[in-house]
């Protein structure tokens, strides 16, 4: 039987968290794509700027191909940042891309050290919980019922 310290790991390749990455950014463009029909629909213009930014440092983890938790880090909480303001900018809390919050941590928990994963955890649970401030227009089951059933899934 094998004891978990003699499991051994290996941190995501940065190629592979670029791969990973540009899947991540496809889901940004589902929610752009998607938002509307369900009622969610953030502005063209932040959604590009958004896009750009992904794409834009995807290309530098590619040619930098960081070996240490900072610059993947950075990139990590960069992506939950630009994730939470297209959900700011389309319906807040109550949209249902919150679920996206967790690609992030998922990546770090592959690529980064447990004190990085921990604090990548910290920023995207203080993201979510930040877009409680948003206007809560887009609920659909009343506002009482929406609240009580967003302050659940936080």
């Known amino acids: 039987m094998t004891s978990p310290d003699e499991i ?33 629909a953030p502005p063209i213009a932040l959604a590009v700027t958004v ?7 995807n290309l530098a983890v590619t040619w930098a191909a960081p070996r240490s938790d900072g610059p993947v880090t950075a990139v990590l909480v960069l992506d939950t940042l630009l994730l939470t303001a ?8 109550s949209n249902p891309f919150v679920v996206l919050y967790g690609f992030p941590v998922v990546l770090g928990a ?17 993201a979510y919980g930040s ?7 887009h609920m659909h089951h009343g506002p009482a019922a929406m609240r009580a059933h967003v302050l659940g899934m936080f």
């Open 8 to 40: 051994p790991t290996t941190p995501l390749e940065p190629r592979t968290l670029v791969w990973l990455r540009w899947i991540g950014l496809f889901g940004l463009i589902a929610l752009v794509a998607v938002g509307p029909e369900l009622g969610f």
């Open 51 to 57: 896009a750009a930014a992904g794409a834009l440092t």
């Open 86 to 93: 297209l959900l700011a900018a389309s319906g807040g809390a």
């Open 110 to 126: 592959l690529a980064l050290a447990p004190g990085p994963t921990a604090a990548l955890f910290g920023v995207a649970t203080l």
């Open 131 to 137: 877009l409680f401030w948003v206007e809560q227009g």
